[in-house]
């Protein structure tokens, strides 16, 4: 049985992991047809592509203390070309192609997230919306729970990012994060306020964190309207129970509206860019005082 050690010295059941993943029996060949390791930690292969990890954190507002990382897909072809995520997801065509892509990606990154962190730690990672719609009769979340299991990882550990913009059927959205709830998994609304993202789909979605799209502070940054209107916002939200991140946060300016907007995590360059290695202390100095 092959083992990944988690930085408090228990394993990570990888072969049975992986078997899980591909719904077969055992066998250590399974490793080389979707998981492999290298110096950098755990790899997924999809086709010619090959899938790694980055993290960002999130950073506590009120302290600046690390809370949580969030995961982000980094891919390059076989001759070491970059791809961008966005390209990557889009290669997936059918609902089993989608399914197993999302699945593939989320579970490389528990793998290098669970090697760095402490046994409590909070990973934040994104959906694909069309994996959502191709998952049926409200059983989100088991199989994924069961790959967390051997990773070691609880649900309660686990926040799932899911750009609600660009699902058009609301009550499969409603379905589905209320399954993922149902498990242990907080979910969190990405990029709240572009497109057509609104507060009715909010009442009825009852996510447990709200990240708002960078657009709002910027606008804050230029506009006095957006500045007045961003601390009504965050008011808001945390009305309907859901705690409030800044991200895209990238100057001093930007990090003190969003601080005197109420916001309760804040996230961006100007703290940390992403990394294969887990960061816990802002960068800049000015935002850490």
């Not at 690390?66 to 065509?93: G, T």
């Not at 969003?258 to 360059?269: E, H």
Request: aromatic share 6%; glycine share 8%; proline share 4%.
């Amino acid at each position: 049985m092959t083992f990944v050690r988690h930085k408090d010295g228990s394993g990570i059941k990888v072969e049975q992991l992986v078997a899980h993943f591909e719904g077969k029996g055992g066998g250590s060949s399974l490793l080389k047809r979707c998981v492999h390791f290298e110096d950098c930690g755990a790899v997924g292969r999809h086709g010619e592509l090959r899938l790694r990890s980055a993290f960002q954190p999130l950073f506590l507002a009120a302290t600046m203390a690390a809370v949580a990382h969030e995961a982000l897909l980094r891919v390059h072809d076989v001759k070491m070309r970059a791809v961008s995520p966005e390209q990557a997801f889009k290669i997936p065509k059918t609902p089993e192609q989608i399914v197993h892509f999302d699945r593939l990606c989320r579970t490389i990154h528990a793998i290098n997230f669970v090697t760095q962190a402490q046994p409590d730690a909070v990973l934040y990672l994104n959906v694909d919306g069309r994996h959502l719609l191709n998952v049926h009769n409200g059983t989100h979340g088991s199989f994924f729970e069961t790959l967390l299991g051997y990773c070691g990882l609880r649900p309660t550990q686990v926040v799932l990012e899911i750009l609600e913009s660009r699902i058009g059927d609301l009550d499969r959205l409603v379905e589905a994060i209320a399954a993922y709830q149902r498990r242990g998994f907080r979910v969190a609304i990405d990029d709240f306020g572009c497109r057509h993202s609104n507060f009715d789909r909010l009442w009825r979605l009852s996510p447990d964190i709200v990240k708002l799209d960078r657009s709002l502070i910027v606008q804050s940054t230029v506009n006095p309207r957006a500045r007045q209107i961003l601390p009504k916002l965050v008011d808001i939200i945390h009305d309907l129970g859901a705690r409030v991140v800044c991200e895209g946060i990238e100057t001093v300016g930007q990090h003190a509206l969003a601080v005197n907007s109420g916001v309760d995590m804040l996230q961006g360059y100007l703290y940390a860019k992403p990394a294969p290695h887990l960061q816990y202390r802002p960068q800049s100095q000015m935002a850490a005082s």
